[in-house]
């Protein structure tokens, strides 16, 4: 099993919800995230500028099983790539175990 970290820009979080969906993934988990992406280019742009500063962004987060993460990152990627900064990162995670605390299921069968 793999864990899909992603962070992404808020306009783009209902086009890619629907589409992890029709590939079937189990569930996702979204929390508001404030993020700053290659801050030593920033600071270079703007002189008066002396830390770089927070962009709001939303983290996506979901389990699935290693054989469906490759479809799933080109899926994100196409949805959300315009080619500007703060398109977001994508993170793929290893997951020892996962359990459904309601039945008790561990592994595979807890995702689904």
Same mark, same amino acid.
């Given at each position: 099993?793999?864990?899909?970290?992603?962070?992404?820009?808020?306009?783009?979080? &209902?086009? $890619?919800? #629907?589409? @992890?969906?029709?590939?079937?993934?189990?569930?996702?988990?979204?929390?508001?995230?404030? =993020?700053?992406?290659?801050?030593?280019?920033?600071?270079?742009?703007?002189?008066?500028?002396?830390?770089?500063?927070?962009?709001?962004?939303?983290?996506?987060?979901?389990?699935?099983?290693? &054989?469906? $993460?490759? #479809?799933? @990152?080109?899926?994100?990627?196409?949805?959300?790539?315009?080619?500007?900064?703060?398109? =977001?990162?994508?993170?793929?995670?290893?997951?020892?175990?996962?359990?459904?605390?309601?039945?008790?299921?561990?592994?595979?069968?807890?995702?689904?």
């Amino acid at each position: 099993m793999k864990m899909i970290k992603c962070y992404i820009q808020y306009e783009k979080l &209902e086009a $890619v919800r #629907e589409k @992890l969906f029709e590939l079937g993934v189990p569930g996702i988990s979204v929390v508001d995230a404030k =993020g700053i992406g290659k801050p030593m280019s920033h600071l270079k742009s703007d002189k008066d500028l002396k830390v770089p500063q927070f962009h709001p962004c939303v983290e996506i987060s979901l389990v699935m099983e290693a &054989e469906g $993460v490759e #479809e799933v @990152l080109d899926m994100i990627v196409k949805t959300v790539q315009t080619g500007n900064l703060s398109d =977001g990162k994508i993170f793929v995670l290893p997951v020892e175990e996962s359990v459904r605390i309601r039945t008790g299921e561990r592994g595979k069968q807890a995702l689904y």
